[in-house]
């Protein structure tokens, strides 16, 4: 994979070759739709409602109208639900086209985007169809942040806030000392955590792409996160920033992580604007985990914090944590 | 992938894990399902009608209905469409699941369960979607053959006398020596052709997994085939056997294929019962043509024979290919 940072947008046909589609989120195409003058261009709404097998249809109908064949290149050109998206369709359609992405959210800059994970939702059960395939490239232009709002660039920290949890102290200290809106008016320093989260992020995708081993810590948050996300409709990164909260709390239990470090993780997550508590029906979110890929039958893959920047992944018997989602939430 | 000759049925459960889901056509059903007692199994008519995306979202249900995770071991027994759809749905459900295949029909056992691709139409389209991902292992036992339709056997030599025209004279010369009666009444026979197949089949595709050369000499009858299969809703065999034909006779006029061997490969397909001609609909048919993957923007990368046992691919300008359409049929 070929991450390309700091070049302007024009050069982006220099990598997809002489049979591009571009494939977009109808939310990029309406501030940015000059940028594609000329080109084979598929627009959609690449919300998480639309994550779903009849979108992927949608996309194969059009890849077939615009006589895609083996030397297409797919460019998606979104936020995470449209580079997952896309990079599932592109690895299926006709068994596999060459593809890369231009993510526009910070989530799909620093988490999404990278790593070869792709997929759709089926019903409440998040990612539950997918491959694992990796992109030529992902293509990084801050100016198209420009468009994002103020709730989907909070969403992106999330993911950010993840990675110093489980991986970096340091990362997490500098983000104790900034705010959201120093981000969003300071380019280079955005681009400093940017790029420290794609280089976390790749060294452990690099690392273990099939996530037999290190991979699952990035995982964090999302055990819980994933089955409150659809039921309740939260955006990814509210839900997986509860998610990080509640599973803080079961590794303050079990897993001797420290409460001030705990109180630590949640005041930085409401420092970015981020949700930190909900109230759920325990009845369902446990029927939505049960179907969760971590799941081997009776056990639980869950990853743990034993201090920030540090985590572990545990094995906890169904039994056991369902009575700690009875005792603790 | 483990090749698996010469045991009993019994004995499959030693390749399967702990926790292995049978999807099973319903046809082998009918005759087997006394060897299934106890196990999770998902029954569904794997014909070439079914071969699409909603039979797919059915197996995808199923599979949640027994909360499959990704420790569970999907089997597929069934002729080519279900080793097909179930490498497919393992490939994608979760991201991947690990899968074996029983072919129950010649054509599975010689082809269709070799090598890796899998996936489903798209309409008249044919493995339009899909993957290339190899099973676990692939297990032979010709007593599941005694329920197999005289159609169905008749099928699959379609591909037997594609591999000896493509690749092996000695087998084409034995083929000439014998009929379908003689492979149906001498297992030890059919075991030797069968055998000799799946390492035609093997050896092409181990060389040269995602058909970047070699593999594409298996596309021979299967351009003119794919076009004609659904569109006249013809047995496989009946179509590639058709396309074979119509592509010995473009191999004839500008590959310098001997008329006499063209004669002789018209031939051993009667002998083996399988249709020679067939009168299309030219304009439909070229429409479908235009979809196919071998299909290179302006170009077809069509497989020619120069003689029996030795095949070419050729870059076909779409314009001769459809001069040539409209001048030889």
Redesign the interface.
Known sequence: VQYIFNEDISALKNYVGQ?AIFIIDNNVWQHHSLMFNGEKVILFDANEANKK?STI?FL?EQL?AL?A???SFLVGIGGGVCTDMVGYVA??????LKFGFVPTTILAMVDAAIGG?N?ID?GL?K??????NQPQFIFYHYNLLQSLSEVEFINGFAEIIKHAAIKDKELFKLLQQHSIADFRNNTALLHEVVYKNVQIKNQVVTTDELEQHERKLLNFGHTIGHAIENLYQLPHGHAISIGMCMEAHISEEINNFYSEEKLALTQLLQQYGLPTHLTIDKEKVWDIL??D?K???ENMAMVLLRSIGNATVETIPLVQLKDLFNTLF
Chains 1, 2 share one sequence.
């Not at 690895?91 to 596999?96: E, T």
């Open positions: 049979h097998q249809n194969i077939i006589e064949d083996r030397t690895s299926i359609y006709m068994r596999g994970k997929g089926v059960y990612n539950m169809v997918g491959t694992i049960l179907k890929k799941r081997a039958q």
